[in-house]
C-alpha cells in the first residue's frame, strides 16, 4: 500500500504523490517540500503547541523513512499582533523581546527532538513579503486605504475565477464588498478583506519597515505565504498546522499564494493540507484559571524526560482531539521503560551480530503508518512486538541473529517515533553521599540514621537500591 493522507482540501484520504515526481532531493531521493507553521515567539510554548510540532516532526521522519528527502520548513513569527502588544508592556526592542522566547522554543524542540529542515523568521523576510504584496496590487487584487495600509480584496479575487472558502465552506450572504478586518486573527468564518500591510500606528512603537505604501509592517497571513514560498517555491507538496488555522489563516495563504499567480497553470500553492486536531488537558481547554495550563518547561521541571513527553504527544491519531493527563505521562514513562528494557535485553543476545531488519515488524508497521499517519495503530504494533519479544527472550528460544534482526528492525522504526535512546540519569553527588552514609550507618547497626538517610534521598526524588555493587540511586 502507498502511503494515504487525508487532505483538508479534498476532505478525502489520497494517496500522497509528490507533486513533482521525477524531482529529487541533494541526496537523489524523491523530493517532498514541507510547510509548517510555527509558533509565534510571544512566550513559552505550551504543551498544545507541540503537540502541533511533534507532528510534523512525525511527519517529516516518516516521509524519510518511506525514502523521501525532505525539506522541512518552520517559520518562526516574530511580528504579529500579539507580540507588538507584549513588546508595548516591557518596554524593550522586537527583538530583545522575541529572542528570549526564540531561543527557548529552538531549546524545547530539541527536548522534544524535533528536527526541522530550516527555520526562518518572519523579520528577515520582510522584503519576500513586501515584493508579494506587489505583485498582488499588480494583479488588482490588493488596494491601499488612505492611511497606507493595503488589504486583500476577496471580491476581486473571486472575480478573477478563484476560490475563497477552499479549506472551509463559508457564508458569503453576509459579506459586503470591501468590509475589512483589521486583526491577525478574526471570528471565525467571517470573510472580509484582510491586512497585507498595515500602516505604522502610534501603538506599534519603533516596530515597522519601509515600503512602497509608506512606514507599516505586514499582517501575519503574508508572513507565511512568502517564507513558504521563498523557501519551497511557489508550488509544494504538503502543508501543515494545527486545526484553528484552517481558516482564517490557511484560506488566506493559499489566497494571497494564488493570487500571485506563480505557480503556473493547473499547479496549486500547496498539494496535501494536513491540520492536526487540538490537545485538551485533563478533559479541558487548557488555561491558565483553571491550573491546566504547561508550557513544556512545566513538564520538564516535574522530572519528565522530552521523550516521555514526546511519546504521550504523539501517542494518539492526529485527526483526533487528545487528551493529555498527568496520569498518561506515568504511562508514558512506564511504556518507554517496557520498550528500553526490551531493547536492552535484544542488544544483549544479539552481541556484535549483524542481521537485516525484521521484515515481518517492518511491514506491519509501515501498513499502520500509511493509513494516514495512524502512530496510535503504529504503537499496537510497537507493543505487540514487545509483549512477543519479552515472552520468547523469557523461553529462550531467540537466537543472536534473530535478536539483531529485531533490533535493527526497531532502529528504523525508532528514527520515525524520534524516542532516541534511554538516557541513564546520574544522581547528584550530594545525594550518592548520603547513600554512602546510609551504607555506614547501617554498618553500625544505626537504622534509625540509615531510614532518615533513605527518606532524605527520598524527598529529592530518588530511591536506594541496594545492590551487591553497592548503593544505586534511581528516580523514584
Ligand atoms: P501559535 O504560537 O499560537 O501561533 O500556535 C502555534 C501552533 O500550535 C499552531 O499550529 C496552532 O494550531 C497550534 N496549537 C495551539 N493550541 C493548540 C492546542 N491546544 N492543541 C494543539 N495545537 C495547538
Ligand atoms: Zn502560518
Known amino acids: ?3 494515504q493522507l487525508f487532505n483538508s482540501l479534498s476532505r478525502q484520504v489520497e494517496t500522497f504523490v509528490p507533486l513533482d515526481p521525477e524531482r529529487r532531493s541533494s541526496d537523489g531521493r524523491p523530493y517532498v517540500g514541507l510547510y509548517c507553521c510555527g509558533p509565534t515567539v510571544y512566550d513559552y510554548g505550551h504543551i498544545g503547541n507541540f503537540r502541533t510540532f511533534v507532528f510534523s516532526d512525525l511527519v517529516r521522519r516518516y516521509l524519510d523513512f518511506r525514502g523521501y528527502g525532505v525539506r522541512a520548513v518552520m517559520n518562526i513569527t516574530d511580528v504579529e499582533d500579539k507580540i507588538i502588544r507584549r513588546v508595548q508592556k516591557s518596554g524593550q526592542g522586537l527583538r530583545e523581546f522575541t529572542s528570549v522566547y526564540e531561543k527557548a522554543f ?13 527555520m526562518p523568521r518572519a523579520t528577515d523576510h520582510i522584503a519576500d513579503m513586501i515584493a508579494l504584496i506587489s505583485k498582488l496590487e ?60 498595515k500602516a505604522r500606528v502610534p501603538e506599534d512603537g519603533e516596530v515597522s519597515w519601509e515600503s512602497p505604501w509608506g512606514p507599516g509592517r505586514p499582517g501575519w497571513h503574508i508572513e507565511c505565504s512568502a517564507m513558504s514560498m521563498a523557501l519551497l517555491g511557489p508550488s509544494f507538496d504538503l502543508h501543515l498546522g494545527g486545526e484553528d488555522l484552517a481558516f482564517p489563516h490557511h484560506e488566506d495563504e493559499i489566497a494571497q499564494s494564488e493570487g500571485s499567480a506563480m505557480q503556473g497553470p493547473g499547479r496549486p500553492f500547496v498539494k496535501y493540507w494536513l491540520h492536526g486536531a487540538h490537545l485538551l488537558v485533563e478533559g479541558m481547554k487548557m488555561s491558565k484559571s483553571l491550573g491546566n495550563f504547561f508550557t513544556l518547561r512545566d513538564l520538564t521541571a516535574k522530572g519528565f524526560q522530552g521523550r516521555e513527553i514526546r511519546q504521550l504527544l504523539m501517542s494518539a491519531y492526529y485527526r483526533e482531539t487528545f487528551n493529555f493527563t498527568m496520569d498518561g505521562l506515568a504511562g508514558a514513562r512506564s511504556a518507554l521503560t517496557r520498550i528500553d528494557e526490551c531493547v536492552d535485553k535484544l542488544g544483549g543476545l544479539a552481541g556484535n551480530q549483524n542481521a537485516a531488519a525484521d521484515s515481518t515488524l517492518l511491514s506491519a508497521f509501515t501498513e499502520a503508518m500509511d493509513d494516514d499517519l495512524n502512530v496510535a495503530r503504529a504503537w499496537a504494533v510497537v507493543f505487540d512486538w514487545v509483549r512477543e519479544t519479552n515472552r520468547q527472550l523469557a523461553a529462550k528460544v531467540m537466537t543472536s541473529v534473530q ?6 528492525a526497531w532502529t528504523q522504526i525508532n528514527s520515525v517515533l524520534g ?19 546510609r551504607v555506614l550507618a547501617k554498618k553500625a547497626k544505626d537504622f534509625a540514621k540509615a531510614d532518615q538517610l533513605r527518606q532524605q534521598v527520598k524527598s529529592q526524588g530518588w530511591v536506594i537500591e541496594d545492590t551487591p555493587a553497592g548503593p544505586r540511586l534511581k528516580r523514584g
Open 1 to 3: 500500500m502507498a502511503l
Open 403 to 408: 535478536a539483531a534482526s529485531a533490533l535493527a
Open 138 to 197: 499588480a494583479r488588482g487584487l490588493a488596494y491601499r486605504t488612505p492611511d497606507g495600509s493595503v488589504w486583500f480584496s476577496i471580491g476581486n479575487y473571486q472575480g478573477c475565477g478563484c476560490r475563497y472558502g477552499v479549506l472551509k465552506a463559508l457564508d458569503f450572504s453576509q459579506m459586503r464588498a470591501g468590509e475589512r478586518v483589521a486583526a491577525d486573527e478574526y471570528e471565525k468564518e467571517s470573510a472580509a478583506d484582510f491586512a497585507l500591510w
Open 419 to 437: 524516542l532516541g535512546r534511554r538516557v541513564v540519569e546520574e544522581a547528584p553527588a550530594d545525594l550518592l553521599a548520603l547513600a554512602h552514609e
Open 106 to 118: 529552538l531549546e524545547d524542540l530539541r527536548t522534544l527532538n524535533c528536527q526541522p529542515s530550516e
